[in-house]
Each structure stands twice: as C-alpha cells, then as structure tokens.
C-alpha cells in the first residue's frame, strides 16, 4: 500500500470554518495509518502548537504549515523546510497580520515572493478554473522550481478526471491532498452551521454554500490509493514533500534578552542590585538567615543563567516606582528572597517559612514564572514601556483563547438553524452559565419547548458539540513574551482589539508546551484603590503612608475583620470570605494568609477546613506523628493547607527527592486536567510506611493532598494577597470615607457595585452627599470628612462633557441655562443630569430641572451671550412620590441616597409575612421568610452545585444557600429575578448566619408599583 500524508487540512483556529480540534485530526491521523499529517490553517499557526503536542502523543509526524490567502492571487499552502524557513513564515504572517484589522491578513504574492527562501509551496487552484491560473502557476513555477506542487483534490464530482488532467498538464508536480475539514464524517452537519455563521445566514438561505457531500474528512491511505489510480505520482509527491520538510517546533530555540549592556555580566549585575536591595530593606544588618538563603538562590541562578529574567522584572518594576504606580509580585515568586530585596514581591523571607523550590529548582530546570500586578488604570503605562524598550519586533502579549460556550453557541447556532428571537434568547437565558455543557431537556420543557422535535433536537446537539470550539484570539491578561532576537521569527504577531497593543498567536499553554518564558504584567484594581486612599489621606489627613509603612498588626483593623464586617476588602468580600472570617476570627498577619488560602477549592476538597478550625477553637487535640511533619505543620495547626507544605511532607515523610516534590506539585497543579495527583499516591505511602507513619494517617495525608488539585493556594501567593488584605481592610477601619472613595472611584472591581459601596460607608457613619453639577467632580470626592458622590456614577455621561462642565463651572451655575449658555453641552446631556437629580444646590427638584432642560435649544450666539433666559411662566409640577424618586434614582444612578426600594414596600412585605432581614441576626434557628433585592449569584466550582445568593433589604444582607435539587425546581425565579422572595430554614454557627431556600419567589413586579423601568443588576460568579 502506498504510504499517503494529509497535507491540506484546517483545524478550528481557522476560526469557524474547520470543524475539528487540532488533536481530533492528529489522533484520527495515526489511527488511520497516515504517515504524516499537516494543519494549514488560514494565515495562523495559533493552532500549531496544539497540533504539535498531540502528535507527539499519538506517535505521528506533524508537518508544519499554513494557508496562505492572497489579495492579488490564488491561495498557497506554505510549508518551511528547516528553521530559517520557519522564521520567514512567521515574519510574513507577521507583516500581513499587522498590516490589517484584527483577525484579518492582507498579504500580496510580492509579499510571499519575498519571504520563500526554503519554503515547499502548494498552489491551490481556483473553483472553477479561471484563465489567468495558468499564467499565475507559470509565474510561480519560474520563482520557485522544484519547490512549487499543485494541490490536487477530488471534488467528488463528475467533472473530477477532466479538472485534474488540465492541472497535470500546467507542467507543474501533483501533491494528492483531500483539503480536510475535520477528522470524520459525522461533523459535516457542524461544518455548515460553521459556514453560515461565518457569512450571517440561515442554514435555509445558504444554498451553494453548503458542502455537497461529507467527504471533507481524513481518509485512509487505501481509500486515498483508490481515488488517485489514475495519478500516483500525486501520491508520491505528498510523501516527497514530507521528507524535504524536517522542520519541528522541537528546533524551537528561545533566547531571553541580556538586559546589560555589552561587556557586563547578567548575573553580576544581579548580584549587585540584589545586595544593593537586601541592604535597603534591612538597614540595622541582613540576618543570617536571610544572607544564606540569598547566596543560595542567586548560585542556583546562576547555574541555569535566569539572570536577565530577574532583571528584566526588576526594570519594569522599578519603571512603575519611578512613576507612582503601585505594584506588587505575588504566585511562587514570592517564595524568593532575590525577588524580595528586588523589590518585586513583599514577603519577607526573615519572618516566612519559604520554599524557594516551589518558585524554582535545579531538577526543573525550566524558568521560573513571576507574576507582578500593576494600578489596573496604570499598567497601559507599564505596557507601552516594555514595547518601548524592546520593540514590538522583540515583544508581545501572549493570546488567550475565546471559547464558545453554551449561550453563545445556543445564540449562533440558533440563529443559523432559524429559531426565533425570543425561543433563542430564552433557551440561552435558561443555561445558568454555571453548568459545562448543554440544556438538559426538562429545562427545555420548562419554556415550553419540546426538546424531541426534530429541528430543536439538532439545534441543541450541534450546540454542544460547537461547545468548546475556539471562537477568536484576544489578548492575555498580561503575559508577556520577551526575545533577545526577533519575536517574530519564533511565533506570528497580530495586532490586538485594543489600539497600540500586539499579541502573540500563542496562549499560555503553548508556551508552557515549548518550554518559553513570559513575564505576566498584571492588572489589580484593588491597587488603584489603595493608591487613590493614599492620595486622599496625604490630601485631606496629612499622612504620607504606603504600602511598606502602613501601621502593623492593628487590633481595631483585626476586630472589624472577625466581625466580617469586609465589604469592599480585597479577596475577603465574597459570601464564602465573610463566612469563614468570624469562624477563623483573624488576630494577626498570618491568619490572614490561612484566611485567604483555605476558602479555596483545595483544601475544601481535601477535608482539611474543619480540622482547622476545630483545632482553632480547641475544639480537637493538635497532635504531630513526628518532630518531623511539626516542623512542616506547626503553623497550620498539623493541617496541611498549601503546595509548599505538601511538598515539604512528600520530602520529609515519604523520602521524595526536591524533583519528585515538584513532580508532585506539577500533578497537584494539572489535576483537573490530567488526573496524575493519584499516580503519586503508591509512591507517597509506601514511602511514609518504610519510615514509620500509620497507613490511615498517610491515607488521610494523601487524600489532603489530592485535594489541592482542585486549586490549592501555593502558601507565597496567600501571604502577597494577605497583605493586600490588611491595607485594604485597615484604610476601611480607620479611614472609611477616603476608603468607599477610592473604591468607587477604582470600579468596576470587586463582587459589590457603588450602591453597596455606599450603603456600607454609611453604615460606618460617612456622611454620603448626593452628585451636584455645582459641587461634584467626574471621581468621588472629600468634602471636610464627607463623601461626595461624583458625576462619573450618572449613567450615560461621558467624562469629557464633565471636563467642559467643570471648566465653566467657576463659583457655580445659577440655573439650568446658565449652565446650557456657558458650558455649551447638548441638551441630552444636561437631560441626563436632571435625570440625576444633580440640581439640589440650585433648590431644584428633579422634575423641576427636567422641565427647565425641556426649555433649551441652542446655545445662544456670541453676541447674545450675557443676554438673560427668555421668560417662562411659572409651572408648579406635581410632586413627585417616594417611590418615583427612589427609582429615578436607581435607573440614573444605580443607587439612591433617599431610601432603600424596600423601605416602600416594606408595610405589604410585612402583611405578607415576610419579615426585614435584619431580624436573623436574632434568630437561632426556624423557619423564616426574607427578601430583598439580588445583589450576587455564585456557585464555586468546590460546592458540589450548592447555588449561594445574597440579597439586600433596606435593613441588612440576607445570606441564602440553594441546595441543587431546590435550584431545579425554583431555577427560573432564580435566575430571572431581581427581587426574590425565600422561605427557609434559619442556620446559625459561630456567629454565620443563612438561610436555607425551601420555596423561592420572583416579586420582581413589584418594584412596577414603585415605577416603571428599574433595574438592578446582580452580579453572578462561579
């Protein structure tokens, strides 16, 4: 049998057009005895590396390549044959990428002509044959020689013989492909929804767009042989392709930058600044401790040469100093000492136990990974500092993958399988966007709908298939990548969404799979908020603070804290956070770190939360098995609750060497994917019984560890958020209007939106002013101690229509048209205003300064400009209701300083038997009936579909818990509604209080009686 290779195939980063997985069509390939395989997807190699990594696992040879589709000229397949080749297939996919609109390539033949040394080309022929392809393939042959073949393809039509006889005699060799669309037959049907949402049509409007047949599929080599009887050489020709093209992504060789100039040595100059930095943060002396564990990190630097990665993150650190933005290291870096007397992470390695193995070892070999967050409103400087520095020829941000997932592929597929509008949106609004896959058929039933009719059934199946299918590239959330010579030499650039931005065509995982190196510049609002605090209190306090000389270890900060009493702190707002805090009842920095780390997955899945908190109320007897594991567990009570103290237990308890432990931690790490925790679990026995350990305590250890691989928090990357934690949560103590401040002016961050932000600094005796076009700025301001709403929170006001309000302003308006004649602003925008109720300081009411808005036209001209309003008669409007204002508030604002919506329904609810919620804080237990407005959805991955939900009354937070089974039978009030009603069982426990749904209700129509066209939006987290 002759051997065949598939060299024409498209994957699914030829984004909606390939209906396969890029390991689907490797996996298929070997199956089916191919000898070799190539993806050629549409001016990309985004999905390159996948295709790479899965051949390899599937033991077939994967020939790298790409379409190419020209302006001027038919389209090539383009296949370097070594390394430099390569690089010139990335630099030209580069120049057509960055010449054009993200996700399009404008490419010229002049252009591929200029970049085909090395490369094996495949002209695709036009359907159906045009005139002037002979004349293109002439011109082509003469440039290229041997190197030049005709794609040959069987259409699978009567005319097939004819068509490749007249290509055969163009002079020009055959190469037998089958111009692949995905890996078998039965994805035909999801390949044609993928053409009609390419083009914008119906599966009925498609016509000759459809595929004839389903033959676009891998094909065997047999079948192939067959097919091809009358042109074996085209066969011949594949297999001559494949072994002139030897290039492997395996040749990839990845060169960091130096980062000194020439005749300097990386890793003096790091010793140097490391020392220079150990110095400044420890002015009486370095401690002995801490000098041997610097001399230890910076000599195992040394010996794998990451010198100028440390460098490199120090520079743009010490960039984002120079210009006042907060930043701060956090992940395994913060494990290092080096990076600490960088000034790169915060943890100080004389009063932490670190594991420097965790953050980089020998064995490893690969380098380590630093994560540093910037001021979210700030980092863009940040960015444009490291393209600055090292062009973006050298640089780039790494991609992230988009996904469809199940409502967008309900929208899409729905649309091209001609459902209506309001079946598709409220299929799409049925999936909670908390489960995997799919609609499972009762919740169909539930709209109405019968999942068994034969054109919903399809609609639905090719959804889920199309569930997953990557959708587009965007960019990471900061991951750079960083070369010594030229970026796009390695990987294609493109530009990004974003204007001045440039990315990669590979995400994380790729450059993980080749072994390259990123820096991540992150982007932290709670940054932006600790600085804008500091800003205030330097302006309106006279204290000069930062994060290194915030005051420590605060009893009023840690008595707040224990009293969950944490809105708006980082990382311990959420529902899960303020449960834990009066269980754990925080008293110092550490407990910080465990509070951060043990709401997690991890240590939830690996029993390890209770123990703890048992053995910290003294409700259960510590007890160590050895000196050993006390040394290793001390801190946590002898409950294992990071990576760090698993690996240290693997090396102290179980005999594994430094490289097994980061095996271990590499398991823990991919578990979710892989599952390779457990092949540990033999090795970790076995090793804790030969030294003396009971078999049910090593079980019980294991399963604690096997946990983690549902997200367990390394113990570095606790203790950067924990200090996060403390500044945030002492500035709310201490200075609680400059804090609510700040954060409103940081949003949009954080699980709670500025009504909350307000309500809380009010609970805490801030005194809130309301937006006024003659006192407020665009941000929240202090006005002596009180907080002043700022004009950025009125919906639809642009800040550049506040700078010229602003600019005008002087000592104030007088009224409505002075403001219109002297700033000049559109009457809408003025509407607006109104609309806000920001016309209190001229006495007007909102209907009053509606009705005066009502009046302008246009601006008067110049001559007239003192020229006084035109007379009108005095019109005394009907005053407007509470309710009226309350929710003119909210749809203006999303927020009313008059009254919470419930107070007015209050006197109803109560005949109703729902009581405020404020009355749970007495209750021990026992049925109760509670409402209030929807503030968060969230169903963690680690609550086994347990749904939590908080709602807001005018008296207090509800805190509600929806077990599964009581989510399936209220789903559609849940998800739909934004004023639930709940009966159910009253839970107390260590000063936690719940409710327990048993019957949930929608009295959303409620808030109509207030007024028309309120709207409240929940926030939803998984």
């Not at 915060?346 to 965790?358: K, Q, S």
Request: hydrophobic letters at 40%; proline letters at 5%.
């Amino acid at each position: 049998m002759t051997p065949y290779p598939e060299l024409q195939g498209l994957s699914n980063y030829s984004f909606l057009e390939g209906a396969s997985h890029p390991d689907e069509l490797a996996v298929t390939a070997a199956a089916l005895g191919l000898s070799a395989i190539a993806i050629t997807d549409r001016n990309t190699l985004a999905g390159i590396v996948r295709a790479h990594v899965a051949a390899k696992t599937a033991g077939i040879r994967l020939v790298v390549g790409a379409r190419l589709d020209l302006t001027d000229g038919a389209s090539l397949l383009c296949y370097p044959t070594d390394r430099a080749a390569y690089g010139r297939l990335c630099r030209l996919l580069t120049l057509g990428r960055r010449r054009a609109a993200k996700g399009a390539c404008h490419l010229s033949r002049a252009d591929l002509a200029e970049h085909a040394e090395g490369q094996i080309l495949m002209l695709i022929p036009p359907d159906p044959l045009d005139d002037g392809f002979a004349a293109q393939a002439a011109a082509w042959r003469a440039l290229l020689g041997d190197r030049l073949y005709l794609a040959a393809a069987r259409r699978f039509r009567s005319d097939d013989r004819q068509r490749l006889r007249l290509l055969a005699g163009l002079g020009i060799p055959l190469a037998a492909v089958n111009d692949v669309l995905y890996h078998a037959p039965s994805r035909r049907p999801l390949a044609d929804v993928l053409s009609c949402i390419r083009r914008g049509c119906a599966i009925t409007e498609a016509g000759w767009a459809l595929a004839a047949n389903a033959e676009r599929h891998l094909k065997p080599p047999a079948e192939m042989e067959r097919l091809f009887a009358d042109h074996p050489e085209a066969l011949a020709n594949a297999s001559r392709i494949v072994e002139r093209c030897r290039f492997s992504l395996d040749e990839l060789r990845y060169e960091y930058p130096d980062e000194v100039a020439a005749g300097q040595d990386p890793q003096e100059r790091l010793d140097h600044l490391t020392w220079e930095g150990a110095a400044q943060r420890y002015p009486e002396g370095v401690p002995d401790k801490v000098a041997a564990t610097l001399r230890h990190e910076l000599a195992l630097i040394r010996q794998l040469g990451f010198a100028p990665y440390f460098l490199t993150v120090h520079a743009i650190v010490a960039f984002a100093e120079s210009r006042g933005i907060l930043c701060q290291g956090r992940g395994s870096a913060a494990n290092s000492a080096v990076c600490y007397c960088l000034r790169i992470t915060p943890v100080d390695p004389a009063h932490m136990d670190l594991l420097f193995e965790r953050f980089m070892s020998a064995e490893r070999g690969e380098p380590p990974d630093i994560d540093v967050d910037f001021e979210h409103e700030r980092r863009e400087e940040v960015i444009q500092h490291i393209y600055d520095t090292y062009g973006r020829h050298r640089a780039g941000l790494t991609a992230t993958v988009i996904h469809y997932r199940t409502r967008s592929a309900i929208r899409d597929v729905g649309k091209v399988m001609g459902l209506s509008e309001d079946c598709i949106a409220a299929l799409a609004k049925s999936n909670s966007g908390w489960g995997r896959r799919g609609i499972k058929d009762e919740h169909v039933r539930e709209l109405g709908l019968d999942p068994d009719q034969p054109d919903l059934a399809r609609t639905l199946a090719l959804a889920e298939e199309l569930t997953g299918f990557p959708r587009h590239l965007s960019q990471h959330v900061g991951g750079f990548v960083i070369s010594k010579f030229r970026l796009d030499e390695l990987v294609p650039i493109e530009n990004a969404g974003m204007d001045n931005r440039t990315v990669i065509q590979w995400d994380k995982n790729d450059l993980d799979a080749l072994g390259l190196m990123k820096v991540d510049v992150l982007a932290l609002g709670m940054l932006s908020c600790i600085r804008k605090s500091f800003d205030l209190l330097r302006a309106h306090h006279g204290r000069d603070l930062s994060l290194a000389t915030l005051p420590r270890e605060d009893g009023a900060t840690y008595d707040m804290l224990c009293k969950a009493d944490s809105v708006g702190v980082f990382q311990v707002e959420s529902r899960a956070q303020m449960s834990m805090l009066p269980r754990l009842r925080p008293r110092r920095f550490y407990d910080l770190v465990i509070q951060v780390a043990i709401v997690r997955p991890g240590p939830i899945q690996g029993d390890m939360v209770h123990p703890y908190l048992r053995r910290r109320q003294g409700k259960e007897a510590v007890e160590y098995p050895s000196d050993a594991l006390r040394r290793v567990l001390e801190k946590t009570l002898g409950v294992p609750l990071f990576q760090e103290q698993a690996m240290r237990i693997a090396m102290v308890a179980g005999g594994f060497t430094p490289s097994e432990a980061d095996g271990l931690r590499r398991a823990m790490a991919t578990f979710r994917h892989a599952g390779t925790v457990g092949a540990y679990g033999d090795k970790l026995i076995s090793g804790m019984l030969a030294r003396g350990y009971q078999r049910d305590f090593a079980e019980r250890v294991f399963k604690q560890i096997e946990g983690f691989g549902e997200y367990g928090f390394p113990e570095s990357h606790a203790c950067a958020f924990a200090h996060l934690v403390y500044v945030s949560a002492w500035l709310k103590c201490h200075y609680p209007a400059a804090f609510a401040c700040a954060l409103i002016n940081s949003q949009p961050m954080g699980f709670y939106a500025p009504a909350q932000i307000v309500r809380d600094a009010r609970d805490h005796g801030v005194t809130v002013l309301p937006v006024d076009v003659n006192h407020s700025r665009w941000d929240c301001a202090l006005e002596d101690g009180r907080l002043r709403l700022g004009l950025r929170l009125v919906d639809g006001l642009a800040e550049r229509d506040v700078a010229r309000l602003l600019a005008a302003r002087a000592a104030g308006y007088a009224s409505p048209y002075d403001l219109w004649r002297r700033s000049g602003l559109a009457r809408a925008t003025l509407e607006r205003l109104a609309a806000a109720d920001s016309f209190g300081s001229m006495g007007l009411t909102r209907r009053d300064a509606a009705w005066a808005v009502k009046a302008l036209d246009a601006p008067p001209l110049p001559l007239f400009d003192d020229a006084p309003p035109p007379p009108e008669p005095k019109v005394t409007l009907p005053k407007a209701s509470a309710g009226e204002e309350v929710i003119g508030d909210y749809a203006a604002l999303k927020l009313s300083l008059k009254c919470h919506p419930l107070a007015l329904l209050r006197d109803d609810f109560s005949r109703q038997g729902i009581a405020p919620n404020v009355s749970l804080q007495s209750r021990k237990g026992g049925k109760a009936v509670v409402s209030g407005l929807v503030l968060v959805r969230q169903r963690p991955g680690s609550a086994n579909g347990v749904l939590f939900i908080t709602l807001e009354d005018e008296t207090a937070i509800a805190n509600i818990v929806v077990w599964p089974d009581q989510f399936e039978k209220f789903r559609r009030p849940i998800l739909g509604g934004r004023l639930l009603r709940v009966d159910g069982r009253v839970q107390a426990q260590d000063g936690v209080i719940h409710v327990v749904a048993e019957r949930v209700e929608d009295l959303t129509a409620h808030l109509g009686r207030l007024a028309e066209g309120g709207k409240y939006p929940s926030r939803d987290f998984r």
